[in-house]
């Protein structure tokens, strides 16, 4: 037998079209846990103007009732619903992320899979599976590609979510493995999306694109285009024309279909920028462990890896959105006890508010470069003398029920306890669900 | 006044918005000559397997009856028109090509102007300006990102196409120049497309890409949309990101809006690879010129750039679609005055002709490295003893009336004589003609 053309292709296409022994348990729960997140995140950022301004395009369009639109009376194409309800739940940056695969799997997979699901009749199970699929293969081929390939100015959200989003459909679809592979092809000239449109709408439209994509080269596919089917791998493909890494495929194939790489993604807890969370995580840890009040504190010291720097250390914002991306502010909010996690919270009003400034001057950034970019070291010197220290580093895995719960206060607190709790109704149940019983809980 | 931080883009679209002096009448001759010349392979291409696919795609999809589908009864949404006719005019790869953009700019540019013009309600007038001004700036932007771009793999029609048919597009839309700007930005993360796709549908499907992004980017910027509007030139922007050349914008913007690089667009007057056409023409000046007949020829030799060799030098083509990848046999075809303008002459049987066979085995291929990629150098040896001699490059400009007739003779060939004189009797009177006139030729 002759050796693949296209190795990494062709074993993720035999994983995406595999539907013999059930997906694992483990696996299949943080999917559950993160279709839960995307839900709230999708619904509370459906109002954000680039959400209204996608769905508006996708509504004038019209065409064939297949697929609920978040936000939507009615139903519009499979393909349109895809990019409408991607760039609805990437509006607000609030989504989950895979430090690998540096991208956001759910935003890109869950709407090209959610939307195929309907097209085809699926059951809520081959949903929730089809779904897992396309977000491991989505960090799979992110780990490939590399982090070169995103310094190099690519987002992966964007480009690896093509084809997760691809083969999420494609199994859907139910297309043939030689089928499959012209997706992968169609995927990889359809793929694009670049960091330089990070700060503006650009970049919650890259998962709408991402997810529309799948869902296109997966339709196409099954009506028989012929492409390059090792379009990802090939001599000038995808991979070498993107400034990917393209190393050796086995470390990458490693596991595939037993361990799931997507089991180590992260989930937002602060509606702010994910370069301040290690450090919310661990002034929040000391402030329930030592009980102290903002009176006590005489200063303040958040060590941090020096590349978010540049991220998010404004030093004195005035705005709501600035005060998403200072280390200086957030950590007083932590301290203070406000709700990092509410969307509500971040505004000019709290910038002004005096006595968070008075603790916000005490707070001080530093840098070591031997951290990892996922920790933070905070350290907290009391008016007592005594120096109350701590370190959180989000790539420590959560226990999987403290991560539920996290999620489940999470989307309370974006969406209310009542439309939080029939979300998990539904999804903690999914496999014994009609599709219908999610999308009517997210199409209004 | 601070320097622009995008001043290629922002001089392009001040050209794409001006509607006050008309466009020079030479340029918009061309752009006639290039509509004709477009509706015959587009019209012709139709019931291509990548035209079916993607014209099923989008009819299955439904939606509002804004533009015109070529072969299909019935409209769909402008973005939607604009894909499929994009890949069925460029199904056949018989389509205008433009040698320093290193693309072909009518399919990528005309769909999504024609589409818009639908949409819009836009005067023929405004529509053929709108095309002229889409394919200037395809032409502009190709050459700026340069062969480098090419040759690292991308394919200028797709990529250069994107932001030409927004350009076009968002001119018909009447979008003001911020708009544009993030039109223009929107293309820049949009765009796609891979010249390892050579050889399958996704070549004719990237002509089809281009012109849906483009409406789609013009649109979703009349709605508000915020992009990178420097995406195209910004660090990590489009040229950066995708191994543009990315020189100095001076010499790309010289002359912008009085001289049409357009104007030198190449027309494919044989129903093959662009690579034989010179050596075609060559001998069949020789031919028309000293009258002998297959039976005098002794022995020929085809002299042409080495590039050449790996993309259309099958020594012994069998089937009819090797017959267009054959220096030798089209060479054969040429001196025995097959029409090489038709789509069916290129059969298994014109391989098998014994005849053809035997004046192909006389006929010799050598390269010379100094010849431009446009040109070529023919010897016809006679039996008599008389070497006869004609070299033919593509970049030497024809004459307007003699580029017209060969067009409307093409377009007879692939149409039949009324259909392609109906088409020319609305184009060269297309200022005058509301657009349904047109539109009604093309869509049966």
């Not at 093509?162 to 592979?181: H, W």
């Not at 709790?421 to 999308?439: K, R, Y």
């Amino acid at each position: 037998m002759p050796a693949s053309a296209a190795p990494l292709t062709d074993a993720l296409i035999a994983f995406a079209g595999t539907r013999g022994a059930p997906l694992p348990e483990s696996a299949r729960q943080v999917m559950r846990l993160s279709l839960l997140d995307w839900c709230a995140v999708a619904i509370a950022g459906r109002d954000e103007p680039v959400a209204r301004i996608v769905r508006d395009r996708v509504e004038d369009e019209g065409g064939k009732a297949e697929a609920t639109v978040i936000g939507q009376n009615g139903k519009a194409p499979a393909r349109a619903a895809a990019l409408a309800n991607g760039t609805a739940s990437h509006a607000l940056d609030y989504d989950d992320t895979h430090f690998a695969h540096i991208g956001h799997p759910s935003v890109a997979i869950i709407p090209a899979a959610l939307a195929m699901a309907e097209k085809t009749g699926a059951t809520g199970g081959e949903f929730l599976d089809a779904a897992l699929v396309g977000v491991e293969i989505s960090c799979r081929i992110g780990t490939w590609l590399g982090r070169q390939h995103y310094q190099h100015g690519f987002h992966q959200t964007a480009t690896s979510g093509t084809f997760g989003a691809t083969m999420a459909a494609a199994r859907l679809a139910g297309l043939d493995p030689t089928a499959m592979a012209h997706a992968m092809g169609i995927a990889s000239t359809r793929a694009s999306g670049l960091k330089s449109q990070f700060g503006t709408m650009g970049k919650p439209y890259h998962a709408g694109m991402a997810a529309a994509n799948g869902v296109e080269a997966a339709l196409l596919a099954k009506a028989g285009f012929i492409s390059r089917p090792d379009g990802l791998e090939c001599e000038q493909g995808f991979g070498e024309t993107h400034a990917g890494e393209n190393g050796d495929p086995a470390p990458i194939l490693a596991g595939l279909g037993e361990v799931f790489w997507f089991e180590t993604v992260q989930h937002k807890f602060h509606a702010c920028c994910h370069g301040l969370h290690a450090a919310i995580e661990a002034l929040n840890a000391l402030r329930f462990e030592h009980g102290f009040v903002v009176e006590d504190i005489a200063s303040v010291r958040v060590t941090t890896h020096p590349r978010w720097l540049k991220v998010c250390n404004i030093a004195s914002p005035a705005t709501g959105l600035e005060a998403k991306f200072s280390y200086r502010l957030t950590a007083a909010m932590a301290l203070a006890g406000c709700d990092t996690g509410a969307l509500t919270t971040y505004t000019d009003a709290v910038c002004a508010d005096l006595a968070l400034i008075a603790l916000r001057d005490r707070v001080q950034v530093e840098t070591d470069p031997a951290l990892p970019d996922t920790e933070a070291r905070v350290e907290v010197r009391l008016r007592s003398g005594a120096v109350l220290a701590a370190r959180h580093d989000l790539d420590q895995p959560i226990a999987p029920d403290i991560r539920l719960a996290k999620i489940r206060a999470k989307a309370a607190s974006l969406l209310g306890p009542e439309k939080a709790e029939a979300l998990w109704g539904v999804i903690a149940d999914i496999d014994h669900q009609p599709l219908t019983s999610l999308t009517r809980l997210v199409a209004t």
